[in-house]
């Protein structure tokens, strides 16, 4: 049961979180300095947590009802979009996108692990029973490499057309990674393993037919950004599942809301990079450019994807006038 003592001590947040709001309504979110913006996201996240409190207390529906309205006010200022323009792009993308990149980081190395976990089984049995690959790749693909062709070369034909279908393909794939996790995770686990498995038969099939650098230095430019970017939707897909699944002392709808805006602005910043990653896959991956050059983009394309990711935004303050700022605490 909710005491006089338990609301006591929280009112002072409730009076704070009160007066913010205010000042909003007045003058918008630019009017708020660095901290108060801080504050806004940390003392809606205590009422959100207190409203779930009050909920399991019968004797408390007048306490129930004021912190509702007071945890739905400051939700409309704290999930408020943003006007997009360029430098707000620009400061997503070198900003902010790589800080939650690294804060959801855990998400994505278990992403790449199931992925590996998927490969590994896919190269023992590949090894192991010649049949299993054949019922995976089918008559066909297994005819173009045990007569040593790369599937590959028709991309050359349609450059620009099949540029685009490989960009749509690719991001249809990370989406549809990415919203597996709203059935629990178990959609995104199980594609991540299936593409991982498939990975797995190919290059061990490759190999046994002495195509290995013929599969690889296809793979290498291109998927030096498709690979991660298939591993980061997996991460995404993660934490929506963790935020449907483990919701913690906030309702279920509330961590909902959190780990999808958390895992939507994830996936964004993998559309740019599966771009990139479409557009060499049509015109250099299945070209007769040197193995050597295409090996030389892989590793150029990686260590500026290593920098980005693991060094962008460390040095950069956030900017308060943002609401991205707001988001980042709730």
Not at 130 to 157: C, R, Y
Not at 163 to 177: D, L
Not at 294 to 310: N, T
Request: with cysteine; net charge positive.
């Amino acid at each position: 049961m909710i005491s006089n003592r338990w609301i006591a001590l929280r009112k002072e947040n409730w009076s704070r979180l009160e007066m913010l709001l205010q000042q909003i309504e007045s003058g918008g979110l630019k009017v708020l300095s660095g901290d108060e913006l801080r504050d806004l996201g940390l003392l809606y996240r205590q009422a959100a947590a207190d409203l779930s409190a009050a909920r399991a207390d019968d004797a408390s529906r007048t306490l129930e009802a004021y912190l509702n309205k007071l945890v739905s006010r400051a939700h409309n200022f704290v999930y408020s979009g943003r006007r997009l323009n360029g430098r707000a792009i620009w400061q997503f993308f070198a900003v902010g996108y790589p800080r939650l990149f690294r804060q959801l980081f855990p998400y994505t190395a278990v992403a790449l692990l199931i992925f590996l976990a998927g490969g590994v089984l896919g190269a023992i049995l590949t090894a192991v029973r010649p049949n299993f690959m054949h019922a995976m790749l089918g008559p066909q693909m297994v005819d173009t490499i045990e007569h040593h062709k790369m599937w590959t070369d028709s991309i050359l034909s349609a450059k620009p057309q099949a540029s685009s279908a490989i960009m749509t393909n690719n991001i249809g794939v990370c989406f549809t990674t990415f919203a597996g996790g709203i059935f629990a995770g178990l959609g995104t686990i199980w594609l991540l393993f299936q593409n991982g498995l498939s990975m797995g038969v190919i290059s061990t099939a490759c190999g046994q037919h002495h195509m290995a650098l013929s599969i690889w230095s296809f793979v290498a430019a291109h998927g030096a950004l498709e690979l991660p970017s298939i591993f980061i939707s997996g991460g995404a897909g993660l934490r929506l599942a963790t935020g449907l699944l483990f919701p913690g002392m906030v309702r279920r709808k509330d961590a909902l809301a959190l780990a999808g805006g958390e895992s939507i602005r994830l996936l964004a910043g993998t559309i740019p990079m599966l771009t990139i990653a479409g557009i060499l896959e049509a015109f250099l991956s299945p070209s007769g450019a040197p193995v050597a050059l295409k090996f030389s983009v892989c590793a150029l394309l990686l260590v500026g994807l290593s920098f980005w990711l693991s060094e962008g935004g460390r040095t950069t303050p956030i900017r308060t006038e943002s609401s991205e700022a707001v988001k980042a605490m709730a």
